[in-house]
């Protein structure tokens, strides 16, 4: 046995088969658990193969079954605390119906992107779960998938012209929500740091915010209104004109909460107090949003759910041939968590 342990030497089936005497098909079956296999041969084969850090070779095995049991999941960006604990959710749901991930990143660019979907072609992934970067607005590298026969699923950012299943969560009804709490908390002058249009969960949000209002008959003024690229370096200069308006707002929806929380520090350096001057208000409910001060008046979105959906769409496109592919669309509940920022003012209140 010693040869097989030196360095350099990739085990293999003929190895455990010459060393345990029994046949490389034997060996084969032992190790998928086929039930012709003897369960005292089964553990013999299972525990030599151990010992001997025995790895499938997973680019064979794919030539046979023409699966590589593999996904793929690209994300934009991983500055929020969203989308990691969308991978998590879906890593446990792949991993439960026998699926590796192979992660990509974007960081907010297209022609990353793009490279992005050629690694998942190259590693021959089954199907491929995407959310698109701000500045996505070609899809052809997204349709390449589709003529080669590869199941995509869009989630949290979707693409609206592939016609492919969806994993989101009502990002109207859950803008329309947290401006309806703000309206009743007494806020008239209502402002909103709205996402870029080439994001369709963007212009969602920004619909949910305008029927709150106009339920309530509070007039829309477009100068409460910034749609901005999601840059950080920006909020800072949004919010100080906001603040420096001849009517300045009464409270801030902001797209999400990393521009809810910079908002924050900009208006408590500017001296104003949250909520009694200002409230303030975000989406997603990142784990910071309850740590920092005030706590953050947040949109809850099941973000390892929505991962976890993700799969499940993705592994019954692969299941099922071609021509039965369904473009579904899975929506999912939000929950409004309400925090110190937008509580009327107490003596307590610090900020």
Known sequence: MIYLLMKGHQTTIVDIAKLLNISKSTVSRALT??????????????????KLDYQRNMHALSLI??????????????????????????????????????ISQ???????????????????VDGVMISMTKETRNFDHFSVFGRKGI????????????????VIVDDYDAAFRIVEHLIKTGKKRIAHLAGPSTLSMSSRRLNGYLAALKKYKIQVSDELIIPYDLDMDKVKIYVNHLLQLKKRPDALF???????????QVIKK????????????????????????PSLTTISQPAEKIGATAVELLVDQINRPRNQWKPIIKVLKTELIIRDSTRPATTNNRS
């Open 33 to 50: 658990g086929h039930p012709s296999i003897k369960k005292e041969t089964k553990e013999a084969v299972l525990e030599l193969a151990q």
């Open 65 to 102: 079954t023409r699966k590589s049991n593999t996904l793929g999941i690209i994300v934009p960006e991983f500055i929020t605390g969203y989308f990691p604990k969308v991978i998590i959710g879906a890593q446990e749901a792949a991993a439960m119906a026998g699926y590796n991930l192979i």
């Open 106 to 124: 974007s960081n907010e660019s297209y022609a990353t992107e793009v490279e992005n979907t050629k690694v998942m072609l190259a590693n021959q």
């Open 151 to 166: 199941p995509v699923v869009f989630y949290n950012r979707i693409c609206e012209e592939l016609e492919t299943p969806r």
């Open 254 to 264: 902001a797209i999400n909460d990393p521009t809810a929380i910079e908002a924050i």
């Open 270 to 293: 500017a001296g104003f107090k949250i909520p009694r001057d200002i409230a303030v208000a975000g989406f997603t409910n990142d784990s910071i949003s309850a740590l920092i001060e």
